[in-house]
């Protein structure tokens, strides 16, 4: 596609719930990012694929938080059980990965738990 | 892990006037961008620049990579141009984990 395409826009859920919020990386892109941001804050590295190399997870917050992702398409990050501290704007990005390093984001998710 | 400080935190300025946004990074890098979330909050890729310097119309970028920083250069700004700028740096070519600063907030008054 022509940008990286994020789903749903807005999500609005009841604490306990499990989420599962969509990326669709620029076409051709090996490269995918998750990060979350709080309301006024920087953004939080939550999770890395390369390829078909093992994902860096490292910024992953608890065991409630997953992310898989199909080849170099589509990937998924499921929030289980949700908190209200989980509220905040997921954002996925992707790179080439091909030598061009510059990272392209989409429009994020805005995740609200009550 | 590597710490990205940018400064000024915040920073008004009449349209039209220039601007320096400054990025300090504690370790080499091998890979350091500059972002702009509008007020919608996109975000949008300026410069790729762990080195060098680059210039994009009336933005610049300038990486001074073994002193540790990096630095963005807005000239005649307009209100468009508000936002927050973001730094985001990476260490491991091939397996990059890009930190990101805490950026800085700027506001452009007509």
């Known amino acids: 596609g022509a940008g990286v395409s994020q789903s749903p826009s807005n999500k609005v859920t009841e604490k306990g719930k499990d989420v599962e919020l969509r990326c669709d990386p620029i076409s051709g892109h090996t490269a995918l990012y998750w990060y979350r941001q709080r309301l006024g804050q920087g953004l939080e590295f939550l999770i890395y694929f390369q390829g078909n190399s093992a994902p860096d997870k490292s910024g992953l917050p608890s065991d409630r938080f997953s992310a898989e992702r199909t080849g170099e398409s589509v990937s998924t990050l499921t929030i289980q059980r949700t908190q209200q501290e989980d509220s905040a704007v997921y954002l996925c990005a992707s790179r080439a990965g091909t030598g061009d390093e510059k990272l392209f984001f989409g429009s994020g998710t805005q995740l609200s738990v009550l | 892990g590597i710490q990205v400080e940018q400064s000024p935190p915040d920073l008004i300025l009449q349209e039209g006037a220039n601007s320096t946004l400054r990025c300090n990074f504690s370790?080499?890098?091998?890979?350091l961008q500059w972002f702009h979330q509008n007020p919608w909050g996109q975000l949008i890729n300026l410069f790729y620049i762990p080195s060098g310097t680059k210039q994009n119309g009336r933005l610049s970028a300038t990486t001074v990579a073994t002193e540790r920083y990096s630095l963005l250069y807005i000239s005649s700004s307009q209100t468009t141009d508000s936002g927050v700028y973001f730094c985001?740096?990476?260490?491991?070519?091939?397996?990059?984990?890009?930190?990101f600063g805490t950026g800085t907030r700027l506001t452009i008054i007509p």
């Open positions: 370790d080499s890098v091998n890979n």
């Open positions: 985001a740096v990476g260490i491991n070519f091939g397996n990059e984990k890009l930190t």
